[in-house]
T-cell receptor, first 113, second 114 residues
Framework: AQKITQTQPGMFVQEKEAVTLDCTYD???????LFWYKQPSSGEMIFLIY??????QNATEGRYSLNFQKARKSANLVISASQLGDSAMYFC??????????FGTGTRLQVFP | GAGVSQSPSNKVTEKGKDVELRCDPI?????LYWYRQSLGQGLEFLIY????????KSGLPSDRFSAERTGGSVSTLTIQRTQQEDSAVYLC????????????FGSGTRLTVV
């Protein structure tokens, strides 16, 4: 069974609009962490935001926020006020305890003027 | 160092040759990970080191793949008798470990087997 599921292979958004990238996960471990990474065309992996399973509030980092719905096992990334430079692949990932990060298949976001 | 360093950045090799890919993690990061990313695909886990030991090698695709880490620092991923399906970007990442610590990735080695 997939541990991390990203159902949107591609998304389009107009500049300055907000966009939500979906991520659902599957785990029975009560202690886990959820991460989002951005991968521009240059190929580097850039850490964006982290949410711990015990965190009471949704994580925010600048224009990025994580909509964490624990009961639904979803951890959607919200990007506000999209910019052309946000065009990239976005990967959701999960770590259970001290284990490795498991990545989803990614969503390609394209921001148009 | 300031970041995770991988070398070479690009490697073209003939089918059947052996290759070595190097990763120099961030100083003090005890955990080191290798992933593989084929063109347009997600990240496939290969192996994880904690210090010099590898508690999880479950992602190595075949016995042609091996990795070691020395001094709790530099790691080498070796692919023997390369095949065309080994062509991919090999990414290394390091971390302080623990559930709340994300990875810092290197820029990757693009391996092309011809």
């Amino acid at each position: 069974a997939q541990k991390i599921t990203q159902t949107q292979p591609g998304m389009f958004v107009q500049e300055k609009e907000a966009v939500t990238l979906d991520c659902t996960y599957d785990t029975s471990d009560p202690s886990y962490g959820l991460f989002w990474y951005k991968q521009p065309s240059s190929g580097e992996m850039i850490f964006l935001i982290y949410q711990g399973s015990y965190d009471q509030q949704n994580a925010t980092e600048g224009r990025y926020s994580l909509n964490f719905q624990k009961a639904r096992k979803s951890a959607n990334l919200v990007i506000s006020a999209s910019q052309l430079g946000d065009s990239a692949m976005y990967f959701c990932a999960m770590r259970e305890g001290f284990d490795k990060l498991i990545f989803g298949t990614g969503t390609r976001l394209q921001v148009f003027p | 160092g300031a970041g995770v360093s991988q070398s070479p950045s690009n490697k073209v090799t003939e089918k059947g040759k052996d290759v070595e890919l190097r990763c120099d993690p961030i100083s003090g990061h005890t955990a080191l990970y290798w992933y593989r990313q084929s063109l347009g695909q997600g990240l496939e886990f290969l192996i994880y080191f904690q210090g010099n030991s590898a508690p999880d090698k479950s992602g190595l695709p075949s016995d042609r793949f091996s990795a070691e880490r020395t001094g709790g620092s530099v790691s080498t991923l070796t692919i023997q008798r390369t095949q065309q399906e080994d062509s991919a970007v090999y990414l290394c990442a390091s971390s302080l470990g623990g559930v709340g610590w994300g990875y810092t990735f290197g820029s990757g080695t693009r391996l092309t087997v011809v």
